[in-house]
Protein backbone atom coordinates (compact mmCIF):
# COMPACT_ATOMS: atom_id res chain seq x y z
CA UNK A 1 0.00 0.00 0.00
CA UNK A 2 1.06 3.18 -0.94
CA UNK A 3 -0.10 6.70 1.57
CA UNK A 4 0.04 10.34 0.21
CA UNK A 5 0.30 13.06 2.45
CA UNK A 6 -0.19 16.57 1.44
CA UNK A 7 0.63 19.63 2.88
CA UNK A 8 1.18 23.33 1.40
CA UNK A 9 -2.27 24.77 1.09
CA UNK A 10 -3.62 28.02 2.28
CA UNK A 11 -4.78 31.39 1.58
CA UNK A 12 -3.52 33.79 -1.16
CA UNK A 13 -4.33 36.88 -3.39
CA UNK A 14 -4.77 36.60 -6.74
CA UNK A 15 -1.25 36.76 -8.54
CA UNK A 16 0.72 35.53 -5.60
CA UNK A 17 2.35 31.84 -5.83
CA UNK A 18 1.83 28.68 -3.75
CA UNK A 19 3.81 25.53 -3.39
CA UNK A 20 2.06 22.20 -2.96
CA UNK A 21 4.06 19.18 -1.54
CA UNK A 22 3.00 15.57 -1.70
CA UNK A 23 5.09 13.08 0.16
CA UNK A 24 4.60 9.07 -0.63
CA UNK A 25 5.27 6.54 2.18
CA UNK A 26 4.92 3.07 2.11
CA UNK A 27 5.31 0.91 -0.50
CA UNK A 28 6.63 3.13 -3.25
CA UNK A 29 8.83 0.39 -5.18
CA UNK A 30 5.86 0.54 -7.77
CA UNK A 31 5.17 4.44 -8.55
CA UNK A 32 5.90 5.36 -11.33
CA UNK A 33 3.84 8.47 -12.04
CA UNK A 34 2.81 11.28 -9.90
CA UNK A 35 -0.16 13.53 -10.18
CA UNK A 36 -2.06 16.62 -9.06
CA UNK A 37 -6.00 16.56 -9.34
CA UNK A 38 -7.67 19.80 -7.97
CA UNK A 39 -11.91 19.93 -7.35
CA UNK A 40 -14.04 23.14 -6.67
CA UNK A 41 -17.09 23.31 -5.40
CA UNK A 42 -19.59 21.79 -7.08
CA UNK A 43 -17.51 20.69 -9.74
CA UNK A 44 -16.09 17.31 -11.32
CA UNK A 45 -12.14 16.43 -10.01
CA UNK A 46 -10.20 17.71 -13.06
CA UNK A 47 -6.37 16.92 -13.83
CA UNK A 48 -3.54 19.71 -12.89
CA UNK A 49 -0.41 18.27 -13.77
CA UNK A 50 1.61 14.82 -14.06
CA UNK A 51 5.15 14.31 -13.96
CA UNK A 52 7.23 10.53 -13.93
CA UNK A 53 8.95 10.35 -11.60
CA UNK A 54 12.11 9.25 -12.46
CA UNK A 55 12.98 11.29 -15.90
CA UNK A 56 12.18 14.45 -16.81
CA UNK A 57 8.47 13.90 -18.19
CA UNK A 58 5.36 15.76 -17.63
CA UNK A 59 1.94 16.92 -18.22
CA UNK A 60 -0.03 19.90 -17.62
CA UNK A 61 -3.75 20.83 -18.39
CA UNK A 62 -4.08 23.66 -20.31
CA UNK A 63 -5.57 26.11 -17.97
CA UNK A 64 -2.02 25.84 -15.74
CA UNK A 65 0.23 25.66 -18.42
CA UNK A 66 3.09 28.25 -18.26
CA UNK A 67 1.94 28.91 -14.80
CA UNK A 68 2.33 25.67 -12.82
CA UNK A 69 5.63 23.40 -12.64
CA UNK A 70 5.45 19.54 -11.05
CA UNK A 71 8.82 18.56 -9.86
CA UNK A 72 9.26 14.64 -8.75
CA UNK A 73 11.53 14.01 -6.76
CA UNK A 74 11.99 9.60 -6.67
CA UNK A 75 15.19 10.06 -3.83
CA UNK A 76 12.95 11.79 -1.33
CA UNK A 77 9.38 10.42 -2.84
CA UNK A 78 8.29 13.27 -2.82
CA UNK A 79 6.35 15.45 -5.88
CA UNK A 80 5.75 19.32 -5.78
CA UNK A 81 3.52 21.53 -7.67
CA UNK A 82 4.77 24.69 -7.75
CA UNK A 83 2.02 27.31 -8.53
CA UNK A 84 2.55 30.69 -9.58
CA UNK A 85 0.37 33.85 -10.63
CA UNK A 86 -2.75 32.32 -9.23
CA UNK A 87 -6.17 33.34 -9.88
CA UNK A 88 -9.94 32.65 -8.25
CA UNK A 89 -10.16 30.26 -10.68
CA UNK A 90 -7.34 27.43 -9.02
CA UNK A 91 -9.39 27.69 -5.99
CA UNK A 92 -10.01 24.28 -4.76
CA UNK A 93 -9.08 21.05 -3.00
CA UNK A 94 -5.96 19.73 -4.71
CA UNK A 95 -5.37 16.01 -4.25
CA UNK A 96 -1.93 14.03 -4.86
CA UNK A 97 -2.09 10.81 -7.16
CA UNK A 98 0.17 8.23 -7.45
CA UNK A 99 0.33 5.38 -10.27
CA UNK A 100 2.45 2.28 -11.58
CA UNK A 101 2.16 2.86 -15.20
CA UNK A 102 4.28 5.20 -17.27
CA UNK A 103 1.99 7.00 -19.20
CA UNK A 104 0.82 10.42 -18.18
CA UNK A 105 -2.84 9.60 -17.89
CA UNK A 106 -5.20 12.46 -17.19
CA UNK A 107 -8.40 10.45 -16.46
CA UNK A 108 -9.10 9.55 -12.33
CA UNK A 109 -9.48 6.09 -13.02
CA UNK A 110 -5.79 5.84 -14.52
CA UNK A 111 -4.27 6.67 -10.48
CA UNK A 112 -4.43 3.71 -7.92
CA UNK A 113 -3.55 6.35 -4.38
CA UNK A 114 -5.05 9.09 -3.32
CA UNK A 115 -4.20 12.11 -0.46
CA UNK A 116 -6.38 12.86 1.43
CA UNK A 117 -6.40 16.73 -0.05
CA UNK A 118 -5.10 20.45 0.89
CA UNK A 119 -7.46 23.63 0.13
CA UNK A 120 -6.00 26.33 -2.11
CA UNK A 121 -8.32 29.84 -1.84
CA UNK A 122 -7.25 32.19 -3.68
CA UNK A 123 -9.03 35.70 -2.99
CA UNK A 124 -9.76 38.14 -5.95
Known amino acids: QVQLTESGGGLVQAGESLTLSCEAS????????MAWFRQAPGKEREFVAA????????NYADSVQGRFTIIGDYVKNTVTLQMDNLTSEDSAIYYC?????????????????WGQGTQVTVSS
Open 26 to 33: GVTSGIRI
Open 97 to 113: AAAGQFALPTRITAYDY
Open 51 to 58: SRWTINRT
